[in-house]
T-cell receptor, first 111, second 113 residues
Framework: KQEVTQIPAALSVPEGENLVLNCSFT??????LQWFRQDPGKGLTSLLL???SQREQTSGRLNASLDKSSGRSTLYIAASQPGDSATYLC??????????WGAGTKLIIKP | DADVTQTPRNRITKTGKRIMLECSQT?????MYWYRQDPGLGLQLIYY???????NKGEISDGYSVSRQAQAKFSLSLESAIPNQTALYFC????????????FGPGTRLTVL
């Protein structure tokens, strides 16, 4: 059974720092991996989607990498800003039609 | 206007009551999903629907039922609410291809006393 783990559960850093969020999964037979952002009261927003054949995806200050063989993905945030404060979740599509989710990393960027 | 809307946004109910959570979307997507989120846990899939005539159970469907009234509407019912169904509930939609990104509503916070 696929399991997705995100470490750390919470992270607090000063504004301007570069940071890395981690996601690991137990079954490497994934279709793709997605990173989402969750803001209180606003639901979830898709940030990046990496197909299983890809190694990374970039959007603005965000870069997500995927190493399927080791069951790991990282989300790199450059030059962090207070507006980046949110919970970041990763999720994998497996062989069935369901997304399997990690519990998220709560990120706080201090001004 | 939001593409995926959920009503109500907050609901407090008592054990044993029947309640319905509603989801509407204007994205024109065939696929719709209901998830619940508990503190410290990832989202768990309750039900999903590929189209109006195709409804499937997710990993935690016990105690829940759904109705897909139209392409744009997908409702979740708790037939007899219990306290451990207290959670944040999300509706989501996606295009037909497997693996496409999902678009989420703002969530419904449900408390069962």
């Amino acid at each position: 059974k696929q399991e997705v783990t995100q470490i750390p559960a919470a992270l607090s850093v000063p504004e301007g720092e570069n940071l890395v969020l981690n996601c690991s999964f137990t079954d490497s037979a994934i279709y793709n991996l997605q990173w989402f952002r969750q803001d209180p009261g606003k639901g979830l927003t898709s940030l990046l989607l990496i197909q299983s054949s890809q190694r990374e995806q970039t959007s603005g200050r965000l870069n997500a990498s995927l190493d399927k063989s080791s069951g790991r993905s990282t989300l790199y945030i450059a030059a962090s800003q207070p507006g980046d404060s949110a919970t970041y979740l990763c999720a994998v599509w497996g062989s069935n039609y369901q997304l399997i989710w990690g519990a998220g990393t709560k990120l706080i960027i201090k001004p | 206007d939001a593409d995926v809307t959920q009503t109500p946004r907050n609901r407090i109910t008592k054990t044993g009551k029947r309640i319905m959570l509603e989801c509407s979307q204007t994205k024109g997507h065939d696929r719709m999903y209901w998830y619940r989120q508990d503190p410290g846990l990832g989202l768990q899939l309750i039900y999903y629907s590929f189209d109006v005539k195709d409804i499937n159970k997710g990993e935690i469907s016990d105690g829940y039922s759904v109705s897909r009234q139209a392409q744009a509407k997908f409702s979740l019912s708790l037939e007899s609410a219990i306290p451990n169904q207290t959670a944040l509930y999300f509706c989501a939609t996606s295009e037909s291809l497997r693996g496409n990104t999902q678009y989420f509503g703002p969530g419904t916070r449900l408390t069962v006393l």
